[in-house]
């Protein structure tokens, strides 16, 4: 398969001479269910929603932006009167990597950063890990861990717990692996 035209470089985007200190979170899952399915998840706004757990979120909701086939927002409503909003773009870095810009808005201010996700596997079980880097301050990094924790988790019982239930017709279809997001 040929490599994507849009490869992500971080460099200049999160210099590694910024004030902040940067925060990487990493982590992994393994999932009994077939790659373009999980990729199917991980790509389709309304699957999104499905899996993403987001602390102190009463509800989420994640929606195609118009006339736009990779760009994606996703709403959350709080406890307190602030909601929040996240602003994401999705790209096929590679064959097997996802790539999701974000930017996070919050009482007027926007924290950019960037979720790439691997998956490894085939038929029956994958492995995905998971790399979320950016500006991100030490508080908010135990937030993103148990954020990226529970999400995981939630997509692989989705996953698992649907693996004959759900069939989408384009989970099957080759057309989904070469789609440029």
Same mark, same amino acid.
């Given at each position: 398969?040929?490599?994507? +035209?849009?490869? $992500? /470089?971080?460099?200049?985007?999160? #210099?590694?001479?910024?004030?902040? %200190? ?5 982590? @992994? ?15 389709? +706004?309304?699957? $999104? /929603?499905?899996?993403?757990?987001? #602390?102190?979120?009463?509800?989420? %909701? ?5 006339? @736009? ?25 590679? #064959? ?86």
């Amino acid at each position: 398969m040929k490599e994507s +035209p849009f490869l $992500i /470089e971080t460099g200049s985007i999160f #210099p590694t001479h910024s004030r902040n %200190e940067l925060l990487d979170v990493h982590t @992994s899952v393994l999932i009994a269910a077939e790659y373009r399915r999980i990729l199917y998840a991980l790509t389709m +706004p309304e699957y $999104i /929603e499905a899996w993403l757990r987001i #602390p102190g979120a009463e509800s989420i %909701e994640c929606r195609a932006e118009p006339r @736009s086939v990779h760009n994606f927002r996703i709403h959350l409503s709080t406890t307190s009167a602030l909601s929040q909003t996240i602003y994401g773009s999705c790209f096929f870095s590679r #064959p097997n990597t996802i790539t999701y810009l974000w930017d996070r808005t919050r009482m007027g201010s926007i924290a950019k950063s960037i979720v790439r996700m691997q998956l490894r596997g085939g038929t029956k079980m994958c492995a995905l890990q998971l790399s979320h880097s950016g500006a991100c301050a030490r508080k908010q990094h135990d937030s993103y861990r148990m954020m990226w924790h529970d999400s995981l988790n939630a997509l692989r019982t989705l996953m698992e717990s649907t693996h004959t239930k759900l069939r989408h017709p384009l989970i099957t279809d080759d057309r989904l692996m070469s789609r440029n997001w």
